[in-house]
C-alpha cells in the first residue's frame, strides 16, 4: 500500500530537524523538502565548502526560511561531540535527526585513526554516537523522531561479527552491503531501546531507491587503483547518474519515515516500484539479520565499545 507524503504547508513549523550529509544529493533534496513545509534546517557534512554553498542555496530557494551549515566528519568521535556540542548551542531541543551521511567504500581498504574500516564508521560508529549525544535534546520534542538511512543493498548484507573492519578480506561490494545493513539494525535496535525506556522518541528507517547523486563521483580514488578498480569506479558513477532517479524524487520515502504520522515502531519505508528502484513510497520488508534481537544487540555492543557512547544518553 502507497503511503501518503507530506506536504501540509507548515507541517512542521517550530520544528527543529538535523541532516548529516546535507552538502549534496539526497540530503539536500530532503532538507530543502523540509524547509518547504516550514522547519529549521541544520545541516552537517564533511565538505565545509559544499555546505556553506548549500545553505546559501537554500536560503535562495526557501526566502525566510532557517537553516544554517555546521561541519562534521562522522569517522572522528571528537568531530562527532562537537556537532552535538553546536547543535545544542543552537536549539533547546532537537524534533527530527535524519542520519543520511554515507559512502561507497574505495576500491582498496581506508580505514579511521582507531583502524575501523571508513564506510562502517561513517554508517555506524558516527550515527550511533551521535544519536546517543543527541538524545537528551530530542526527548525534550513532543515527538522526536531519528531516521536511518540505508540502500536497497542491505537485502544482500551480512554483518561479520569476527572481522567487521575486514581486515582479513575486504571487497568494496561487501563493505557496502555490511555498511548498509548496518544502518538499518541500528535504527531498528535504536527503537526496541526506546520502546523498552518508554520514550516518546522513535527511530525509523528509509532507502531511496536508485538515487541520481554525486556518490559515485564522489567515492574515494588512490594512486594505487588498477586500472580495473578505476574502471569499476568510473562504471558505478555512470549507471547511477544514467539510471538513477533525482534526489528530490528519492527523497518521497525520506519524507514519509521523517513526518508521516500513524507509521509503525521501527518502520521501514521505501520506493514500491520495480525492484524498489523507485516509486510511491511504501512500508518494505527489511533483511532479516535486521529483526533479529540477538544481531541488535550485538552490533550496539560492537558501536558502544567503538564510539565509547553508552545506553542511556
Not at 89 to 102: F, K, Q, W
Request: net charge positive.
Amino acid at each position: 500500500m502507497h503511503l501518503a507524503i507530506p506536504d501540509t504547508p507548515g507541517l512542521l513549523r517550530g520544528r527543529t530537524a538535523l541532516v548529516t550529509g546535507g552538502a549534496g544529493g539526497l540530503g539536500l533534496a530532503s532538507a530543502s523538502r523540509l524547509l518547504a513545509l516550514g522547519a529549521r534546517v541544520l545541516l552537517a557534512d564533511i565538505n565545509a565548502a559544499a555546505g556553506e554553498s548549500a545553505a546559501t542555496a537554500l536560503r535562495a530557494r526557501h526566502p525566510g526560511a532557517e537553516v544554517e551549515f555546521l561541519p562534521v566528519d562522522l569517522s572522528d568521535m571528537a568531530s562527532v561531540r562537537a556537532l552535538a556540542t553546536a547543535v545544542a548551542a543552537r536549539a533547546d531541543r532537537l524534533d527530527l535527526l535524519l542520519n543520511n551521511a554515507g559512502i561507497y567504500p574505495p576500491a582498496q581498504r581506508m580505514q579511521t585513526a582507531e583502524g575501523w574500516e571508513l564506510s562502517l564508521a561513517i554508517a555506524l560508529i558516527g550515527p550511533h554516537a551521535l544519536t546517543l549525544h543527541l538524545l537528551p535534546l530530542m526527548e525534550r520534542s513532543e515527538a522526536g523522531r531519528v531516521v536511518g538511512i540505508t540502500s536497497l543493498v542491505q537485502g544482500q548484507g551480512r554483518i561479520d561479527f569476527d572481522d567487521p573492519f575486514l581486515t582479513r578480506r575486504y571487497r568494496p561490494i561487501d563493505a557496502y552491503r555490511q555498511s548498509k545493513l548496518a544502518a538499518l539494525t541500528l535504527a531498528v535496535e535504536l527503537q526496541r531501546r526506546l520502546t523498552e525506556a518508554g520514550s516518546r522518541v522513535s527511530s525509523l528507517a528509509a532507502h531511496p531507491g536508485v538515487c541520481r547523486t554525486q556518490l559515485g563521483q564522489n567515492r574515494r580514488r588512490q594512486a594505487s587503483d588498477s586500472r580495473l578498480q578505476r574502471f569499476k569506479a568510473d562504471f558505478f558513477a555512470y549507471t547511477q547518474m544514467r539510471f538513477g532517479q533525482e534526489a528530490e524524487q528519492a527523497a518521497d520515502s525520506v519524507m514519509v519515515a521523517l513526518c508521516a504520522e500513524g507509521l509503525p515502531a521501527a518502520a521501514f519505508v521505501g520506493p514500491s516500484g520495480w525492484m524498489q528502484m523507485a516509486g510511491a513510497p511504501a512500508l518494505q520488508r527489511p533483511n532479516p539479520l535486521a529483526l533479529d534481537p540477538a544481531v541488535g544487540a550485538r552490533l550496539w555492543a560492537l558501536a558502544e565499545r567503538c564510539s565509547g557512547s553508552r545506553w542511556p544518553a
